[in-house]
């Protein structure tokens, strides 16, 4: 839709050659305004030659000057009051404040170049002028910055403390110092009139100290706004609900969700790291797949338009596809990314989530142990030597014990150990029955659809994961729990089990390590086992991945593989209870929220 000029405006526009016209109509476009040659104001001929087209231009310069710079300055004006979007009485108020200083398409300029002073940021600054003497001052400079308070001391005198990336700057504005200060003294008292918390300003001057000792760019011009707030930013929210549906908000009131984005950072370098330095090779492999395969989940399933309509997935794991690249040819290999699981929501558990994968060809239970224990342990001196600085508003982890070597808890013993009671055959076609009798015995609530895998994994939470509090891996795991991994019969106990190991702290898995399966012959056979654990409307149109079973037909070597939520080691070193308290935009229910927030 075209812009048009509202009955009855009127403006005003005084150029070089001092000629000042107004416009009073009925509604016109406002790009060309052509409608106004038909205007009986005579004020308005001299304007005919400019609003049509194929007319050559009057001889008088001063004349076009005056159109074209009032057309540009118009069309910003009515451009920015048709789109303010929804107001509030807050909002309201502050448009009429900014409108009082200039026209609203004026506020948000572009950075230029300034010949008179580099621009820097605030981290710079800050560093550079740390060590400024009392009586020294610096090169003139710009800054931006997001301001954070305004104290005005008299009328001619003002502080202004900015923040920009965690940094933050004392500016001081006096008029007697700003350059041409007698003609800047107007605009000063409009600067002083209009900027507000949260506004972005550019600053133009040079580093000083102040008689308190501290740091300060003195301003030598009128500060200048950026990108002005439209709202009340307050000090603090207490609100919950509020700053789940407006992530910014937390940001710009609280310093902890910027922490834990640093946090997140840290860790991920530090596996990155530490996995780089081993001479793995950091690989990317795809989202989609017709077979979102690699775990016991269920996948996200969409439909990809140029082929056909065919159902696609998102992947649960990129744990295939990176044994793809072992069959391949590569030794070690590791990709950290994320992955998808259309399940429930809860503190530890976020449908979408970060993950890091790595398979090493030759690796075995013990090496993939010595790993996690070194990289966890490692990780843990980084965020301890770092979290004064990066990360202050963040509590240690309580009672953490990172001792070398971590305890291990094998899967059965310590489940028929704690019930006193054996478990039944898992590898009889009646296990199911015989685990659910088992139950009974120890009045212990079936989980809901009761497959073999949710039975087992139920002792596991019941008799197990409590006993984990300190770092402790939990090993040889019933075959039904680990059909990616090699298994064979553990000759104390009888049982079919699997070269599985996972890492729980304070009662959290945090890790996922086994020796793969590499036999075609006994992937297919344990594929088709899952199969049947799941009724048809849980299977959600899974079928065994034979493209995945001919890849392995190809040979693919002893090979080691682990996974590790990194979300959760966020959880670990933040000291955090909720997997939303570590997620920039919460879980899937605040996003959601957001969604419908807007």
Not at 579 to 584: E, G, Y
Request: hydrophobic content about 35%; charged content about 25%.
């Amino acid at each position: 839709m075209t812009p048009t000029l509202a009955a009855d405006f009127t403006y005003s526009y005084t150029s070089d050659a001092n000629l000042t016209f107004h416009i009073l109509a009925p509604a016109v476009p406002v790009p060309t305004l052509t409608r106004i040659k038909s205007m009986s104001r005579p004020t308005l001929h001299f304007l005919r030659p400019y609003l049509t087209r194929g007319i050559e231009p009057a001889v008088k310069p001063e004349l076009a000057r005056a159109y074209c710079a009032f057309q540009r300055r118009f069309a910003q004006t009515i451009a920015a009051d048709a789109y303010t979007g929804r107001h509030n009485v807050e909002k309201q108020k502050r448009l009429e404040q900014l409108r009082k200083l200039k026209n609203l398409g004026e506020y948000h300029p572009r950075l230029t170049h300034d010949v008179n002073g580099e621009r820097v940021s605030l981290k710079v600054f800050n560093e550079k002028y740390k060590t400024l003497e009392d009586t020294q001052v610096g090169e003139r400079v710009s800054v931006f910055g997001r301001v954070r308070s305004v104290r005005m001391l008299g009328s001619k005198l003002m502080f202004v403390d900015i923040e920009r990336d965690s940094q933050r700057l004392q500016i001081m504005i006096e008029v007697k110092k700003l350059d041409n200060h007698d003609d800047a003294l107007e605009a000063f008292k409009a600067f002083k009139k209009t900027v507000a918390r949260g506004d972005w300003v550019s600053f133009h001057g040079h580093a000083i100290r102040t008689s308190t000792g501290q740091l300060s760019l003195l301003a030598l011009r009128v500060p200048q706004i950026l990108a002005p707030c439209l709202h009340h930013l307050p000090e603090k929210v207490e609100n919950a609900e509020l700053l789940a549906r407006n992530p910014h908000v937390h940001q710009l009131t609280s310093d902890e969700p910027g922490h834990i984005l640093r946090l997140r950072a840290i860790v991920y370098d530090s596996v990155r790291q530490y996995l780089t330095k081993s001479d793995f090779l950091e690989v990317e492999t795809p989202t989609f797949d017709v077979n979102a395969g690699g775990a016991i989940a269920r996948p996200f399933e969409t439909v990809a338009n140029e082929l056909s309509n065919m159902p696609v997935r998102l992947r649960i794991a990129p744990e295939l596809n990176l044994k793809r690249l072992v069959v391949g040819g590569q030794d070690k290999v590791f990709e950290i990314g994320r992955a998808f699981r259309n399940e429930g929501v809860d503190n530890t558990h976020n449908p979408e989530f970060s993950t890091c994968e790595f398979y090493e060809v030759g690796a075995t239970l013990d090496s993939l142990i010595g790993r996690t224990e070194e990289m966890i342990c490692g990780m843990k001196k980084i965020t301890d030597s770092l979290r004064s600085t990066e990360f202050p508003s963040l509590q240690e982890p309580e009672g953490l014990n990172l001792s070398r070597p971590f305890a291990q808890l094998p899967f059965i013993p310590t489940i028929e150990k704690a019930s006193g009671r054996k478990l039944p055959d898992l590898s009889a076609e009646t296990a199911t029955k015989d685990l659910m009798s088992y139950f009974g015995d120890l009045n212990i609530d079936i989980p809901p659809n009761p497959t073999l895998p949710r039975l087992l994994d139920t002792l596991a939470e019941h008799y197990i994961e409590p006993l984990c509090v300190d770092p402790t891996f939990i090993t040889h795991h019933p075959e039904a729990l680990s059909p990616l991994s090699k298994s064979y019969v553990c000759p104390e106990t009888n049982q079919r089990i699997a070269s599985r190991v996972e890492l729980f702290i304070n009662g959290r898995e945090y890790v996922n390590a086994y020796e793969e399966e590499n036999s075609p012959f006994e992937q297919r056979r344990k594929f088709m086992q899952q199969l049947e654990f799941h009724s048809e409307s849980e299977q959600g149109g899974r079928e065994v991945d034979e493209s995945y079973l001919e890849v392995l037909e190809w040979g693919m070597p002893p090979t080691g593989g682990w996974g590790c939520g990194l979300d959760r080691l966020v959880m670990l070193f933040a000291n955090k209870k909720r997997i939303a308290d570590v997620l920039p935009f919460g879980t899937l229910r605040n996003v959601v929220s957001i969604a419908k927030n807007r």
